[in-house]
């Protein structure tokens, strides 16, 4: 068995694979949502060890381990308790539940590293072994690199599931034809990481990312520096137009992961989405974006698109091109960019089901359409396929505080393009020294609302009721907890 240090989860090699510094020391991130996992594993190992009668066992697993939770949160917690029971009664089988795993190992430079798949419970009936990872989330199939483990060490006696609890289903995990070029790809990520542990990269993955506070990419606008003992919420660029309606709607998404009444599992890709998609390739790193010959190859890249929605997306690219044409030596260099900031205030937390003072630190963060430089300045260009609405400027301010903190600099424009069916107009805002400041004092009172919330208690958060709830995605939970 290698040294601990060098060991790593395969969830921990997807982290890196997605970003080096995105593995780092475990911070106080508010996420009851880990917790209820944490607590729903600890009540199905205290029922499975107990045997008094079922009920008497039920009742005392779920006692110790849901009590500091809200109605909504103890409802859930219950109810995936019941499912996974139904999914796996009780049998006269031996039960483990510590440190179950496989590892695949490699020596580099001379040390011996391993990778590692992890169960959270197994049983035994003498004869075979079925091994159980336990999921709560949507999609609950393990990553290839657990399949490949997994083929790769499988004894004839050894079976594995996943207890796919959202879908109230075991599942067999699919074994894979070519486990060690599997294993060879992964490893050679551990590789790249080892070179450079520190190298960042930006993306979708930093919603999900404990280090958003320490990394660099969102700067702390009010500190100088973030201790462990700071709890951390984070707020995208959608839930921030939600916190400005609805602190509760903000609150169920960001910290408390309630389960959302709207969930679609297949969604077709909208003429927005491929309107940016098409811009974008279009115009990153590109020079000639202005010649008319250049503005037809957009025509190239929707080949595949039905001949009028293809007409109205390059009608809709030459006319943000003519908008473009009014800035001097515009530059476009990356698109999708993540862009936001830290704010830390005084708020609360809990400890042993009691209402604590914390310092509470928000990342808010958005990513921003399309950035690069307009003579010299920084730009963003935000692509819209509806008209403006008053939430633009909330927008434009947390790109431009973000886009001026991490290039260090004291100008910043924003500019919107607005590309509807039969228009295309744009609002440029320009940021100086003393907007941005006034910017930042906007957010750190913003930053106060979720410094209210208290872990464990969904219900903790102020709501209030508009035209905004038809559109909600709790609408339903919502009303039963007025
Ligand atoms: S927040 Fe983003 S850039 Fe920063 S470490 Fe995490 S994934 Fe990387
Ligand atoms: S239904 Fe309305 S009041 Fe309730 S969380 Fe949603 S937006 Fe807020």
Redesign the pocket.
């Known amino acids: 068995m290698s040294d601990k240090d060098n060991t790593f989860s395969t969830g921990q090699i997807k982290k890196i694979s997605e970003c080096h510094s995105s593995l780092g020391k475990n911070n106080q991130l508010a996420a009851p949502k880990l917790q209820r996992w944490k607590d729903l594993n600890q009540a199905i190992i205290d029922w499975m060890n107990n045997d008094a009668i079922e009920e008497t066992s039920i009742a005392i697993a779920e006692k110790n381990n849901f009590q500091f939770y809200d109605e909504i949160q103890k409802k859930i917690l219950s109810n995936l308790f019941s499912k996974y029971r139904e999914l796996y009664p009780k049998k006269d089988t031996e039960f483990e539940f510590s440190y179950i795993t496989k590892d695949t190992t490699q020596v580099i430079n001379n040390e011996e590293y391993a990778i590692t798949s992890h169960f959270t419970y197994s049983y035994n009936d003498g004869v075979s072994t079925e091994f159980v990872k336990l999921k709560t989330a949507h999609d609950p199939d393990p990553s290839l690199i657990d399949r490949a483990i997994l083929t790769k060490f499988r004894k004839d006696n050894e079976e594995y599931i996943t207890a796919a609890l959202e879908k109230n289903e075991l599942q067999d995990i699919e074994l894979v034809d070519n486990p060690d070029a599997i294993i060879e790809q992964h490893f050679e990520i551990l590789k790249s990481y080892i070179t450079n542990r520190q190298k960042r990269n930006p993306g979708d993955h930093c919603s999900i990312c404990n280090m958003a506070s320490r990394c660099g990419q969102f700067p702390l606008i009010n500190s100088d520096k973030i201790t462990n003992r700071v709890r951390e919420v984070k707020i995208s660029k959608t839930n921030l137009v939600k916190l400005n ?2 602190e ?2 903000a609150a ?1 998404n960001v910290q408390y992961g309630i389960p959302r009444e709207d969930f679609v599992e297949f969604e077709t890709e909208s003429t927005a989405t491929k309107f940016h998609t098409y811009t974008q390739q279009m115009l990153v790193n590109n020079q000639n974006f202005l010649d008319v010959k250049n503005i037809d190859l957009f025509n190239d890249l929707t080949t595949d698109e039905e001949a009028t929605l293809r007409e109205n997306l390059f009608k809709k690219y030459s006319e943000l091109i003519t908008k473009l044409k009014e800035y001097k030596n515009l530059k476009i260099t990356d698109s999708e960019y993540q862009l936001g900031f830290t704010c830390i205030v005084d708020g609360v937390s809990t400890k042993d089901g009691e209402v604590i003072e914390k310092k509470v630190a928000t990342i808010f963060m958005g990513k921003a359409d399309l950035v690069g430089r307009a003579d010299g300045v920084p730009i963003i260009v935000e692509l819209k396929t509806r008209p403006e609405i008053p939430e633009d400027l909330l927008e434009a301010q947390l790109y431009a505080l973000g886009a001026s903190l991490i290039l260090r600099t004291e100008e910043v424009i924003v500019l919107h393009v607005y590309s509807l069916n039969d228009q295309t107009f744009n609002k440029e805002r320009r940021f100086e020294l003393s907007e941005l400041d006034s910017v930042k004092k906007k957010f750190i009172e913003i930053s106060k609302k979720p410094a209210s919330w208290l872990p464990f208690d969904a219900l903790s958060t102020r ?4 035209d ?2 038809q559109y ?1 995605e ?2 339903t939970t ?2 039963e907890y007025r």
Do not use: A, E, H, V
Not at 463 to 466: L, Q, V
């Open positions: 309606n609805c509760r709607r169920w709501y209030t009721i508009g905004w709830c909600c709790f609408k919502c009303s």
